[in-house]
């Protein structure tokens, strides 16, 4: 299984300002996801982002409140953009351990727990 | 459309008794079904996960898991808890031709001493 890293591990940001969350994989993976989790809930798909093109969003969230980079097989970034309080959420990052086929396991990064003020 | 159902919202054992934390899923076709653990302030950790083959799957920290087509059900199984176990469990089913996961909405689980 792949060995992810997240940083920052947890912040507090101001209302109105943004967060840059990195996403470091040990190995080289095809895919990778972003998930929020919100207070007490389960974890939703945000976006799943390859290398080499643009991210690929799931319904209800937008590149321009959650903009993606992908710039190699190992690193990834998820920015939450003008934030408010009901962004405070942990952020999970994750990868596939295979090639992308069908029913690969998802590795998880120990999340990105943010708190908006 | 897919969907995972974690009945339990919290449960609590004592050390040493048995578990079961239940999870039924809708899905047109087999499904691929994952069983994780969030301990606090942590990630996700893989426990099991069911592709095919025996539906008896083990897997780490002693868990089992059973997959019954005929109930839609993986419910996850511990002979004998330990304390470290307290932590949330979420069930998740691969959903199609794609690398979604639908995940359930959780189990804490309470370990008494």
């Known amino acids: 299984s792949a060995v992810i890293s997240q940083k920052p591990s947890r912040d507090i940001c101001q209302r109105g300002t943004s967060l840059t969350i990195q996403c470091q994989v040990d190995s080289q993976v095809t895919m990778m996801f972003w998930y929020r989790q919100q207070p007490g809930q389960s974890l939703t798909l945000i976006a799943t982002?390859?290398?080499?093109?643009?991210?690929?969003?799931e319904s209800g969230f937008v590149i321009d409140k959650f903009p993606i980079s992908r710039p190699n097989l190992t690193f990834s970034t998820l920015t939450v953009s003008n934030m408010s309080p009901e962004d405070s959420s942990i952020y999970l990052c994750?990868?596939?351990?295979?090639?992308?086929?069908?029913?690969?396991?998802?590795?998880f990064g120990p999340g990105t727990r943010l708190t908006v003020l | 459309a897919q969907s995972v159902t974690q009945p339990d919202i919290h449960i609590t054992v004592s050390e040493g008794a048995s578990l079961e934390l239940r999870c039924n899923y809708s899905y047109g076709a087999t499904p691929y079904l994952f069983w994780y653990v969030q301990s606090p302030g942590q990630g996700l950790q893989l426990l099991l996960k069911y592709f095919s083959g025996d539906t008896l799957v083990q897997g780490i920290k002693g868990f089992e898991a059973e997959f019954k087509r005929s109930q839609s059900s993986f419910n996850l199984r511990k002979p004998s808890v330990h304390w470290s176990d307290a932590a949330e469990y979420f069930c998740?089913?691969?959903?199609?031709?794609?690398?979604?996961?639908?995940f359930g909405t959780g189990t804490r689980l309470k370990v008494l001493a």
């Open positions: 994750s990868v596939e351990s295979g090639q992308g086929a069908y029913g690969d396991t998802q590795y």
């Open positions: 982002a390859n290398q080499g093109s643009e991210a690929t969003y």
């Open positions: 998740a089913v691969g959903a199609g031709r794609t690398y979604k996961y639908i």
